[in-house]
């Protein structure tokens, strides 16, 4: 099966850009995953949504997120208070600048992404932005989101394309 991206907008560089896909570079394919199954009639285990007070069954579209800001008391979030609230990064990925490649310790790098052109459209222009950052010897910084978070992603040249590393925040595990 064909990894499905990640990501998809836009990297700029000045005022040339090209349409992008991030891709996970990490794959868990040595991981093995398990359906619960009903040892009786070998069929899966379907999970029901329900409320947690009445117990009556809860279609998921009718389902909302909210945030706990009080014993059982909640803030209703939607997808559209969501949506009014996305910055620009949400869909560009713009280089903000260039650093020398060995002034970011690779210890800091959470994860990987292979960012590739999203489309023929596109190939073109990526070259040009890939060359660019190869021809300095630089690491170009931009931002992005992913998963709903601000992350600020380190673009290099690797084999022909282009990786983003995101930083891993220095608030992780209670630190800084």
């Known amino acids: 099966m064909a990894q499905r991206p990640i990501w998809r907008g836009h990297l700029r560089l000045a005022l040339v850009s090209c349409p992008v896909a991030l891709y996970s570079a990490k794959h868990d394919r040595n991981t093995i995953r398990f359906n619960m199954i009903n040892p009786e009639s070998g069929n899966r285990i379907r999970m029901v949504t329900q409320d947690a007070e009445t117990g009556e069954p809860v279609e998921r579209s009718q389902t909302v997120k909210g945030y706990q800001f009080k014993k059982d008391l909640y803030l209703l979030v939607t997808d559209e208070d969501l949506d009014?609230?996305?910055?620009?990064?949400?869909?560009?990925?713009?280089?903000d600048k260039f650093v020398e490649a060995n002034s970011i310790d690779p210890v800091y790098f959470d994860a990987s992404y292979y960012v590739a052109p999203d489309g023929e459209a596109g190939r073109d222009v990526y070259?040009?932005?890939?060359?660019?950052?190869?021809?300095t010897g630089r690491i170009a910084l931009s931002r992005v989101v992913i998963g709903q978070r601000e992350r600020t992603v380190a673009l290099r040249p690797m084999e022909g394309g282009l990786v983003a590393h995101s930083r891993i925040s220095l608030r992780r595990g209670g630190a800084g």
């Open 84 to 95: 009014s609230v996305k910055v620009e990064s949400s869909s560009v990925m713009t280089v």
């Open 127 to 135: 070259a040009v932005l890939r060359e660019a950052i190869t021809q």
